[in-house]
Nanobody, 124 residues
Framework: QVQLVESGGGSVQAGGSLRVSCAAF????????MGWFRQAPGKGREGVAT???????SYADSVKGRFTISKDNAKNTLYLEMNSLKPEDTAMYYC??????????????????WGQGTQVTVSS
């Protein structure tokens, strides 16, 4: 059974950087898409970034140019490097995966495997 486990969250001052990780367990083959989502208190879950099995990436406009999604297939690990962090980035960050063929999107309903999340707090 596929399990996703996030780590690396924490507290950082505005303008700082942080890298969160997502380790995947139980994979028999690579997911077509993996993504990062975030949810702030009282708000819905927002798509942040996606990466295709072939390496193509996409980003939400709110993080474009500041965040970088990447993966290490040998380690079965997904990463999100967050730079120039803003207080508005404060949220629980979740990783997700699906095996559907095609382009990756930020629509959360397309992902059927989810981690438990890691908290990122950005202070002003």
């Amino acid at each position: 059974q596929v399990q996703l486990v996030e780590s690396g969250g924490g507290s950082v001052q505005a303008g700082g950087s942080l890298r969160v990780s997502c380790a995947a367990f139980g994979l028999t083959y690579s997911p077509n898409c993996m993504g990062w989502f975030r949810q702030a208190p009282g708000k819905g879950r927002e798509g942040v970034a996606t990466i295709h099995s072939g390496g193509s990436t996409s980003y939400a406009d709110s993080v474009k140019g500041r965040f970088t999604i990447s993966k290490d297939n040998a380690k079965n690990t997904l990463y999100l490097e967050m730079n120039s962090l803003k207080p508005e980035d404060t949220a629980m960050y979740y990783c997700a995966a699906h095996f559907r063929f095609g382009l990756c999107t930020l629509a959360r309903n397309n992902y059927n495997y989810w981690g438990q999340g890691t908290q990122v707090t950005v202070s002003s």
